[in-house]
Structure formats: structure tokens, C-alpha cells
């Protein structure tokens, strides 16, 4: 899929000419990077609720092993 996109903005960037190339450049990075803090974001909010879930169910005494087979009964 990078492939696909790098070789698009080269073609356009071929057609149209640098300047409105280099005049996007600013907005380009600017969703790059709105991109990555969600990505990031979305990433370490996965990771924090799993622990929390995990701490949970130690806190209630419910092992692992015990959730994953009362769950393939229920199934």
C-alpha cells in the first residue's frame, strides 16, 4: 500500500510541478502526524486496558484458565 501511495504522489508530483509539491509538504506531515498520536494513543489505551482488565479479575479472584473455560462452555 506505501508503494501504491509514494508512487501516486510522484506521478502528480511529475505532473503538476515541485512547488505544489513542496507547498503540501507542510499539510502532509502535519496528518502524518495527527496519524501516529492516534495511532499511538489508541495503542497505549489497548495496552493499559488489558492490564487493567487483568488486575481485575486477580483482584476477584478469577484465574485465567478458569474465564477462557467457563467461556468455551457458554459457547
Known amino acids: 500500500m506505501g508503494f501504491g501511495i509514494a508512487a501516486g504522489v510522484a506521478a502528480g508530483a511529475a505532473m503538476i510541478g515541485p512547488p505544489i ?5 507542510p ?3 502535519a496528518a502524518a502526524t495527527v496519524t501516529g498520536a492516534v495511532a499511538g494513543t489508541a495503542y497505549f489505551y489497548s495496552k493499559w486496558k488489558t492490564k487493567k482488565a487483568q488486575e481485575d479479575m486477580k483482584d476477584q479472584g478469577i484465574t ?3 474465564a ?3 467461556r468455551s462452555r457458554k459457547d
Open 21 to 25: 509539491v513542496v507547498a503540501a509538504a
Open 27 to 29: 499539510v502532509i506531515g
Open 64 to 66: 485465567e484458565p478458569a
Open 68 to 70: 477462557v473455560e467457563e
